[in-house]
């Protein structure tokens, strides 16, 4: 499974950006995939998955309702609409899939897309 995220941007404090991550290869309907993100100097965290039936699993510390993780099958894409942005939420987000239920351990997800920029300007 190849992937390919795509959709970060520059961003004022408070604007949306809708991140996408599209599967190539082979369907991906039935692998979970996670959104991870990645700040200068910190350690890679879990933001959101998404398990094979759209069950959805969120980091609350971090998203506190302002992220919402979909999924469309039609297009082999997983989704991750973000809103009220902060500037703490600048970082280099990731999707990944792993063929198995929704992980919070970067280290268990064997696909990976190659990130997308994110940056909050206040």
């Known amino acids: 499974v190849q992937l390919q995220a795509s959709g970060g941007g520059l961003v004022q404090a408070g604007g949306s950006l809708r991140l996408s991550c599209t599967a190539s290869?082979?369907?991906?309907?039935?692998?979970?995939v996670g959104w991870f993100r990645q700040a200068p100097g910190k350690e890679r965290e879990f933001v959101a998955g998404i398990n094979w039936r759209s069950v959805n699993t969120y980091s609350e510390d971090l998203v506190k309702g302002r992220f919402t993780i979909s999924r469309d099958y039609a297009k082999n894409t997983v989704y991750l609409q973000m809103n009220s942005l902060k500037p703490e939420d600048t970082a280099i987000y990731y999707c990944?899939?792993?063929?198995?239920?929704?992980?919070?351990?970067?280290?268990?997800?064997?696909?990976w897309g190659q990130g997308t920029e994110v940056t909050v300007s206040s």
């Open positions: 990944a899939a792993r063929s198995s239920f929704v992980s919070r351990d970067y280290e268990q997800y064997a696909y």
């Open positions: 290869g082979r369907t991906f309907s039935n692998y979970a």
